[in-house]
């Protein structure tokens, strides 16, 4: 068996006047010996900035041989000046039972003082890696916003290319021509309801295509499809990230339909809730676009409502299609279905439900609210294709700023209502008179978007809407969301009255 020996570590830099030598350095640790056996191991021209030294290699190794007994220093930044460092040396001391030494500063492990010291030393390294984890992180956020590329892959379709942001030299998304037109392929054919991710990867796979020699599984094509870098991001792509409560650091006004987006994850989103886009960031991308906003927009919805209205194992199942829709007629809050002993569907208000200051929106049956919302989408519909022709819709300038202007009241109102939270009543009072006009400015913008959204509705969404109608006893709960969400902003009801607040 090897007898444990003990050892001597010293380090100078530079060979300064006012710096101490390595032999005095030597000296002073054997005093703290007082004799016996030892080994030293010495780097001369070493910086203590790191622990890539040649000797303190060998003592490493030693270490870990268990040849080491004690390990004597003259100081303890003789083995290193990052405290880090240090502290990954004494969690390595501890581990093979190695006692050190620091002699003039009295630093024994041996004693309850020295075990004391170094669990102070591990402290603040753990503070300095959680300091050096944390400027990172709020680095890597601050080039978020800012539309930097942040490493990785392009997605398919786009490969990267060099180019510069606020002065800033990075890299962004080029379309490739081939794989582009697959992705646009993909989009299309999500955009059919009767298409599903299995059908995209047979029909893919049957022509031989694949990303980097892999076939195109159900996951890829669904985290493909799920990309806002494909968009051609408007005002609508705009409105549907902040309805899902996304992070948006670009004002409306960038949303041009031109560029796509790039989507990162907020810094206090929970593992579990990842794949909502609540609190994550969205931000205009430099690059343009591949996919109009409409189709994205369907595929998108499609994909949400995919994710949500159809549970399995124990989970709760979609009981309406007018779902996140119907809205309390008497308070405004949404209204939930809840199932009767003997089994019959009815609507109750939300608030009333947790709170019960809401007289409640009366005893409403959801088959028989559906089948009334049915017959009032038909009769819209007959109504819309007598007034509008076939032709493709065209942008209309003022509907844009009228959406532009609308979304930026919206913030100045969030922005007030935020700051009235310990404010003092002259400053309360003409916040509330403020968010007062805002709110009446917000109604008529909305009001005027409502009478000119008629001309917006692409001719391929009113056919895929106009046929689910006509079949809609066929049609699955997913579909029927689909055509919901193209016909209606919101419904306010109550069992005496109705009010649609239609999108065509």
């Known amino acids: 068996m090897n007898t444990k020996i003990n050892a001597i570590y010293a380090r100078q830099s530079v060979d300064k006047k006012d710096s101490i030598s390595i032999e005095s350095q030597i ?16 780097d001369k021209g070493y910086s203590g900035k790191n622990t890539d030294r040649p000797r303190f290699k060998e003592l490493i190794s030693d270490i870990e041989q268990g040849l080491i007994a004690k390990v004597v220093v003259y100081k303890l930044d003789r083995i290193s000046r990052s405290i880090i460092d240090f502290a990954n040396m004494m969690e390595l001391f501890q581990k093979y039972n190695v006692e050190f030494v620091s002699s003039t500063e009295k630093f024994d492990t041996s004693t309850p003082m020295g075990r004391a010291m170094l669990n102070i030393c591990i402290v603040f390294a753990q503070l300095e890696r959680e300091t050096i984890q944390k400027r990172v ?25 060099p180019t510069v942001v606020n002065g800033i030299n990075t890299k962004m998304y ?11 392929l993909m989009f299309e054919m999500y955009a059919e309801p009767q298409n599903s991710f299995g059908d995209i990867a047979r029909y893919f796979s049957g022509e031989g295509i694949s990303e980097d020699g892999r076939e195109f599984g159900r996951t890829t094509i669904s985290q493909l499809l799920k990309n806002p870098a494909y968009v051609q991001a408007d005002l609508d792509v705009y409105e549907f990230f902040k309805s899902q409560g996304a992070v948006i650091v670009n004002d409306a006004e960038d949303f041009t339909g031109t560029n796509g987006c790039y989507l990162f994850q907020g810094r206090d989103v929970a593992e579990s809730k990842r794949n909502s886009l609540k609190d994550q960031i969205l931000v205009i991308a430099p690059h343009e676009g591949l996919i109009s906003s409409d189709t994205w927009l369907t595929v998108r919805k499609k994909l949400f409502n995919n994710t949500h209205s159809s549970f399995r194992s124990g989970r709760k199942v979609a009981t309406t299609w007018l779902g996140g829709k119907i809205k309390c ?14 089994d019959v569907l009815y609507f109750r208000c939300r608030r009333r439900a947790d709170r019960g200051n809401c007289e409640g929106c009366g005893t409403l049956h959801v088959k028989e609210v559906e089948y009334f919302m049915y017959d009032e989408m038909r009769r819209k519909m007959d109504e819309f294709k007598t007034l509008t022709d076939k032709s ?50 917000r109604q008529s913008l909305a009001q005027a978007i409502a009478n000119m959204t008629a001309g917006a509705v692409s001719p391929n969404k009113l056919n895929q809407i106009s046929g689910y109608l006509e079949d809609w006893a066929n049609v699955d709960i997913a579909d029927r969301r689909f055509v919901a969400d193209g016909l209606l902003n919101q419904i306010n009801i109550t069992s005496d009255s109705v009010k649609i607040d239609w999108k065509i």
């Open 174 to 184: 080029e379309t490739e021509s081939e794989t582009a037109e697959r992705v646009k």
């Open 137 to 161: 992180t709020d680095a890597f956020y601050s080039r978020c916003t800012k539309g930097f590329h942040m490493t990785g892959k392009p997605p398919y379709g786009f490969k990267l290319t």
């Open 329 to 342: 007629g008497r308070c405004g809050y949404g209204l939930s279905s809840i199932r009767s002993k003997n």
């Open 27 to 42: 000296d002073f640790c054997k005093y703290e010996l007082k004799g016996g056996n030892s080994k030293e191991y010495t």
């Open 392 to 441: 493709p819709a065209k942008v209309n300038p003022k509907l844009t700023a009228h959406k532009v202007e609308l979304a930026q009241t919206e913030t100045e109102i969030e922005k007030l209502l935020n700051q009235l939270t310990g404010a003092n009543a002259v400053l309360m009072s003409y916040a509330n008179s403020r968010v007062e006009e805002l709110d009446e400015k």
